[in-house]
């Protein structure tokens, strides 16, 4: 007679985990944290107001998840994200989010479309104001809403796990999307309105992909001439 396969008692949840891991994975994509920056445990648990236990716990899950660099001898770093790594994050965000854009016009209702256009009046006024912060969320929760109308369950799921990040790799190249980005979002709310789905997919290929050409822009004007020749200095003639 085979013996009953054993069953591990399910683990109780760790709110204070949980809670810190989500103030931590926050503080990073507002830049609060910045990247690159050390990660002192003692610290970041007498900011929090608890003990290191849970953040050690979770710095170790932002590892996992791509947030936070571990560094033997060194201790924990947040991570700095490399442009390719970027580039990639944006392609996939890019296809995710036109077949969502293409499915809400499909789907959409009058209030839905409502809800949009308030999302989108309010990501104005926040440009305007200068509240970058502000006009991130208002595009975080403008995308989201759209997928979120495109009925598709899975789709949601996928787009929700980039979403994030998309913020954090996002607010650095808000200011120089501007207010252009918000005019592109107003087009795209038409046609969704309108119910095209061809071109509300093609409206959001467009947008995305000029968010993800002005990163690139963004990365270049930031980046050190290290190529560039130095100027050559003046040759001092010989006293004769």
């Keep these: 007679m085979s013996s009953p396969t054993l069953i591990r008692p399910l683990q109780r949840p760790a709110p204070l985990r949980e809670s810190v891991h989500e103030a931590l994975t926050e503080m990073i994509i507002a830049g609060t944290l910045q990247p690159g920056q050390h990660l002192v445990e ?8 608890v003990s290191r236990q849970p953040v050690r716990e979770a710095l170790q899950r932002l590892h996992n998840e791509g947030w936070v660099d571990l560094r033997p001898g060194y201790g924990a770093m947040v991570h700095v994200p490399a442009e390719e790594e ?33 999302l989108c009046r309010t990501g104005k006024a926040a440009m305007s104001a200068g509240d970058i912060d502000a006009a991130v969320q208002a595009n975080s929760d403008l995308h989201r809403r759209i997928t979120e109308m ?91």
């Design 150 to 240: 495109s009925g598709n369950k899975f789709l949601m799921d996928f787009a929700a796990q980039v979403d994030r990040r998309v913020r954090w790799y996002y607010t650095p190249v808000a200011p120089a999307r501007g207010q252009e980005s918000w005019r592109e979002h107003a087009r795209l709310i038409k046609a969704i309105g309108q119910g095209d789905s061809e071109l509300a997919a093609q409206i959001m290929r467009e947008h995305t992909e000029r968010t993800r050409t002005t990163y690139h822009r963004t990365v270049a004007e930031g980046r050190p001439e290290a190529d560039s020749p130095e100027p050559e200095k003046p040759r001092r003639r010989r006293s004769r």
């Design 86 to 118: 970027v580039d990639q994050l944006l392609a996939v965000r890019a296809a995710l989010e036109s077949e969502s854009a293409s499915l809400a016009a499909a789907h959409a209702t009058k209030e839905q479309v409502a809800e949009l256009n308030e």
């Design 42 to 49: 003692v610290e970041l648990a007498g900011q929090l107001g």
